[in-house]
């Protein structure tokens, strides 16, 4: 064998999985004429939904203060330019629902709970420990690579000698997200959100000496 030859070949490999966490990412939004007010209306509707969220089973370590904003709201007026109206606060939460079966009536809950301030900004349905999928999923990418590789050197009369490299790109657990229409019906009957299944990827970069 000449010095320096060698193969290298990308494998990718998938594993389909059954999602078995809701995460649920939702809003207390309020306007008011003056910041504190609307700042103060916004909290006491997140606490709200948080209240909701754990009556109905969320462990309070699944719930996340996602985001906080407070903006003002103007309007062009002929004359005068910008005129102030009031300010928009914003609450975000995000609740992770192990329960899936229960997922559709603990939104409605938590949305009933936050009244016109609740708002819905997506669902997505998620693998909680995506590590044994994305173990598989790496085995079978470095199978595909060692597959095409042997094809490979079979058509050019060699044989695949030892592994001299091995590059593994990042694993990826894919989240199903759910239209808004599908989320409010689902809260409306009462099931929950169906699972579904959502791939967890691989790719595995590999280099063999040649024989």
Known sequence: MKTGESITVTGTGVVRV??????LRLAAECRSARLAEAFAAATSAAEAMVSAALAGGVHREDITSSALSVTSETAWQEGRGHQLLGYAANRGL???????AASGALLDAVVAAGGDAARIHGVSLVVSDPSPARTRAQEAA???ARSSAERLASLAQRRLGAVVRIDAGAAAAEGQPVPLRRVALAADAGPGLEAGQAEVAAS???TWTLD
Request: hydrophobic share 45%; with cysteine; proline share 5%.
């Open 18 to 23: 059954t999602p078995d966490t809701a995460v």
């Open 204 to 206: 595995v970069t590999v």
């Open 142 to 144: 470095f199978e595909d």
């Open 94 to 100: 995000t609740l992770a629902v192990c329960d899936l």
